[in-house]
């Protein structure tokens, strides 16, 4: 295997990590010899992953239970992890959660929670960890972001449009780091089999085949191991064929396909 991307004697720390991409994230990071921080809010789970990988891997696994949605969360687990003498190289920003429905229906508390921990959380953890990543100029920002981000999804309004931003300010983020060696990606995948659609209540945004966590965790890592990672990169070829036509047709031409799609 080659990379050229720094793993072994790193650290890497993993948000939404009790599940899904983020467990994933998790086990391939430690299996290249990355240390790992994994937050999340279900202990159980993440102590269980801790075990794993440490008695696999040999690495140093240390885990928060946070919820990350409220305010000020991200500052909080670096002033904890800099209490315990922890430095950070790599943040993957992987937390978040989808709601559906029109928007008149749907329960202002959970979308503003959804906006919480989506946006202002990613933005918030960001901000907290840049500096010494930065400083270190070895490691790697891992914004998740998703095939929603590249138009409007009626049906899925305040979802969509929090995964644009976090394409918008991942790749904005990634101009102005870009003199620093920190390898800064946004990671756009489609629908992948994971606790996704369970937490959703509905499979309405399974657009296209289902990839699996393995795949898309795939090309994240093929992403930072080129010499030069992109500034975001699209999982699957379909998902990379929809989303460059999202991007050409006229607004009101891919607005109608997404609404379609989500509807049927």
Known sequence: MTTTMTYTGTTALITGAS????????????ARGANLVLVARRTDRLEDLARKLR???????????????RPGAGAEV???????G???????????FATSGPLAEEDPAVIASEISLNVASLVDTTRAFLPEMLAAGKGALVNVASTAAFQPVPGMAVYG?????????????AHETKESGLRVLALCPGATRTEFFEVLGSQAAAVGRLQSATEVIDTALRALDRRT????????????????????LPRHI???????????
């Open 55 to 69: 008695v696999a891997h040999g690495i140093s696994v240390t885990t928060l239970s946070k919820d990350l949605s």
């Open 161 to 173: 449009a929090t995964k644009a931003f976090v394409l918008s300010f991942t790749e904005a983020v």
């Open 78 to 84: 670096r002033d904890e992890l800099a209490g315990r």
């Open 254 to 264: 891919s607005l109608a396909i997404a609404g379609r799609a989500v509807r049927d």
């Open 229 to 248: 990672t992109p500034v975001s990169v699209v999982s699957g070829w379909g998902n990379r064929v929809l989303a460059g036509m999202a991007q050409r």
């Open 86 to 96: 922890i430095r950070i190289d790599t943040l993957i920003n992987n937390a978040g």
């Open 19 to 30: 599940s899904g991409l983020g467990a994933e994230f998790a086990t391939r990071f430690a």
